[in-house]
Every structure is written in structure tokens, then in C-alpha cells.
């Protein structure tokens, strides 16, 4: 990263934070598409205060599977995987056009996320059932597929959880997996810019506006403008 631009995102539509007061912090924000958490009524409102406030709208896929808000590990086909996403996406993107703005770009939710860093299969079915969007995440077999496709690639890195030695999150449950600390947070975000195009803060923490304000503060200080993703000037 040289043009010191970035990305902060974090998840909106869950219906477990203030959507209100992350989207006046975030540039970006994954929203949840009614697979692991949200309805119709959450993503019109996180369309339409994302419009209000300029920030970019992602769509935030996953399994079906809001028993374990999109947590476990799914074995799903691919021809229903990849309907599923497209299906996720769709929904989204009708909703944000009614409220003024598009969907504009695709980032996978919790066990689906780390699933598609190493499953060749259930990767592609997400690229499939997305278009051409944007593809935002971690290194790994969606990313490669993405980048192979000629689909724009967009890294992300997160100060509010802990790295295994292979760089990879630590599985949630672990010692120093979840950094609940605003200050140590911050820190984190500024050590990670450099490499990333956005950083996340999780919005399903008590202290998620918070980390996210402390966050944005610590990167404007360190010389970063944050923009959305869909905001850069290259695009």
C-alpha cells in the first residue's frame, strides 16, 4: 500500500449492535443477507443509512444456517451453494438499489469464510453465484480463483482478533483469539494497514462501536484516509 488509502468495514445487519452508530465509523459495510442472521427489514435500513452516510455495501453471504448464526461448517452442494450466494446477492442488491446505491462487492461469513480458503469447490460456487463482484478476504483458494478470473481482489485484515502462526485466525474459543481491548485494537490496525486494503472490526461484540471509533481515530492519526471500498480513485 503506497497511495495510503484503506477500508474500514465492519458486519451490519445482524441485529445484534447499533447499525445507526457503526455506519457513522465504518466506510464498508457486509451486510447480512438473511442466510445466518438479518431479514428484508434490516437491509433496507442498512442500505438506506449507508446511502445517508456514504458508505459502500457489501454483501455478506452464508450458509443457510441461523441456528449457529452461520458458524458451523457446512457440507452444502455446489449447485446449492452457489444458488444460495446468488440468492443472498440478489436479494441484497434489489434492496440496495430501491434505497439509492448497489451492492459493491462480496465477502463470506463466519464458517463459509474459512471454509472457501481451502475448498476448491465450495470457493468456486461462491464466485459462481456472485457475478463479477468484488471479492473481499483472506489469502486462500476464493481469493486465487477471484484473482485467476480477472475479478478484483481485496484484502482484509482484523485488529479485534488473534493470528495463528500459519496467518490464519485463531479458532474462536482459544486463548487471545477475540482482542476485546479498544486501545490494543487500534494498535493492531495501524500495524496491519499497510498490507491490506481493510481492516474489520466484528460488529457482533458488545464493544464493537467502540473498537470501531478507536479504530478510525488511530489509522486518520497514523496518515490513512479512509474510503469505501468502492470509492478508490482508481475506480
Request: hydrophobic share 45%; with cysteine.
Amino acid at each position: 500500500m503506497t497511495d495510503r488509502t484503506l477500508d474500514l468495514n465492519a458486519d451490519l445487519g445482524e441485529e445484534v449492535t447499533d447499525d445507526a452508530a457503526l455506519l457513522a465509523v465504518v466506510t464498508s459495510a457486509n451486510v447480512a443477507c438473511g442466510y445466518h442472521a438479518g431479514s428484508a427489514a434490516t437491509m433496507r435500513a442498512v442500505c438506506e443509512g449507508a446511502v445517508e452516510r456514504g458508505v459502500s455495501v457489501g454483501a455478506q453471504v452464508s450458509y443457510a444456517d441461523r441456528p449457529n448464526f452461520g458458524r458451523v461448517a457446512v457440507d452444502v452442494a455446489y449447485e446449492i451453494l452457489r444458488e444460495q450466494v446468488a440468492h443472498q446477492v440478489g436479494v441484497l442488491s434489489e434492496i440496495a438499489v430501491a434505497a439509492g446505491t448497489s451492492v459493491r462487492y462480496l465477502k463470506p461469513h463466519g464458517a463459509l469464510y474459512h471454509r472457501v480458503l481451502d475448498d476448491e469447490e465450495q470457493a468456486m460456487a461462491v464466485l459462481a453465484g456472485s457475478g463479477s463482484l468484488p471479492v473481499l478476504g483472506m489469502p486462500g483458494e476464493l481469493l486465487d480463483q477471484a484473482y485467476a478470473a480477472g475479478r478484483r481482489v481485496l484484502l482484509e485484515g482484523f485488529p479485534d482478533r488473534g493470528y495463528a502462526g500459519d496467518g490464519r485466525l485463531l479458532p474462536r474459543g482459544e486463548p487471545g483469539a477475540v482482542l476485546e481491548d479498544s486501545t490494543a485494537i487500534a494498535a493492531r490496525a495501524v500495524e496491519l494497514a499497510p498490507g491490506v486494503d481493510s481492516v474489520c472490526v466484528h460488529g457482533d461484540t458488545p464493544s464493537a462501536v467502540d473498537h470501531a471509533r478507536a479504530v478510525r481515530a488511530a489509522l486518520e492519526t497514523a496518515g490513512w484516509r479512509l474510503r469505501g471500498l468502492a470509492a478508490r480513485p482508481q475506480d
